[in-house]
């Protein structure tokens, strides 16, 4: 496979009859995200594309993530296991103590570096003075929203000093045609490049991408260890640099196979009320001031479609990313935390809010003290729920590790709690013999199941 962008993207769904094309007209407020609620919790739902969009010319593509096979084709690839393996053979022949630091030397080190472009398909068409944000088919998914969201923009900034880019992918809230309001945590990369633009007194530029490889929208969204850049860690999951280019109006790099960017600058002290959003959780977050974006230009393909999600209570397509996430970043666990044989982020979790783990044979009853170790650095360390099994439990069986957590469990010995997170430790309980059939009646069954008569 080879997908510069969501273009070649959607040919290979059409092309594997994974894409729905609907012909008639939708309502881009509430209708469009209803329709992709019902399909995503479908199994087998298709990705959608909305070719007649109320009131606005450009198509609509949603739910393009939401299965495990199309997550996979996204990352350039036919199986997501076959990923992580090449991934954790790459960090074996890697140099660095920790996974941290063997990551970040096989993206700075490859050949799959950024490569800076003259001439980028994302400004075929360049509006300045009439740059619109309305004419931009956002959806408003759920009733209490706020207003319109871009639910998929990766959103670039530099770092003042170190002139560090970095990509994120945080929520933006239309207000009208020249203002957004963009919410980053204030842990967030964003938040921390925001605050040292208002320590030197001038407006952040901000540059909003909509499109391009669907790889680099996947890294945008995951929670990459400090240090590591979006676009190379891109780069280095498809091995072929991503092509950028500069922005019309500051200094900033954006794909260059872009469908839409949005220039502008974010306001040092201006605020204005951001939500309230419907969230992956399944539950609103309550409006709160967020920093205000000014646009200074709008560029687009002259074809350009819009890409965006629809997240709300799981099932949804986020959850399919966030799959991916847990086998890709496996091999990373295991070299920080090598007792961690098997790891399953429950979609009812929300991404990696619960964990369930499963230890190796050698670290037998190392559950506890892993918990602590996972709390305190790492992809687990914001886990409300962590859970951890021995050997002998599949993660990936959620009945099997329901039915081992409530029978094995002792709550004054096994459960750890930290401030609001909890810990579960099951491992090391074999005080018990587990019913199990007599291997020989076993076999008896097998030869002799047909002259029983059950159906």
Known sequence: MSMQDFRGFVELLEESGELCRIKVEVDPVLEIAAITERVSKQAG????????????????LTNMFGSYRRVGWALWTD????????????????????????????VETSACLPRLVKQASCQELIEKQGADLSAIPALKAWPEDGGRYLTLPMVFSREPVTGRMNCGMYRVQIIDGKTAAI??????????????WQARGKPMPVAIAIGGDPVLTYAAGVPLPGG???????????????????????????????????????????????????????????????????VTAITRRRDALYPCT????????????????????????????????DLNFPMEGIFHGCALISLTEQAAGQGRPLIDQLWRQGLLKHSRLLVVFDADVDVQNPSETYW????????????????????????????RQPVAADPETLQLLARRWSEYGIE
């Open 79 to 106: 199986h997501l296991e076959a990923l992580a393996q090449r991934i954790a053979r790459d960090l074996e022949k890697s140099s660095g103590k920790t996974a941290e630091e063997r990551l970040k030397k096989l």
């Open 404 to 431: 081992r957590a409530v029978n094995r469990m002792q709550a004054d010995r096994d459960i750890l709690i930290d401030g609001a997170r909890v810990g579960v430790d099951v491992t090391g309980r074999q005080d």
């Open 310 to 341: 629809v997240v709300g209570r799981s099932p949804m397509e986020d959850c399919y990313l966030a799959k991916a996430t847990e086998r890709l970043f496996l091999p990373l666990l295991q070299l920080d935390f090598p007792a961690i044989r």
């Open 45 to 60: 739902g298709k990705a959608l594309l909305f070719e007649k969009v109320k009131g606005h010319q450009l198509p609509v």
């Open 183 to 196: 919410h980053w945590g204030e842990q967030a990369d964003g938040a921390r490049h925001f605050r040292a």
């Open 228 to 294: 590591i850049d979006e676009v190379s860690f891109a780069g280095y999951l498809r091995q072929m640099p991503v092509a950028m280019a500069r922005c019309t109006t500051s200094d900033l790099e954006v794909p260059a196979s872009s469908e839409i960017v949005i220039e502008g600058l974010v306001d040092l002290t201006e605020t204005c009320i951001e939500g309230p959003f419907g969230n992956h959780t399944g539950y609103y977050v309550e409006a709160a001031p967020a920093p205000v974006f000014h």
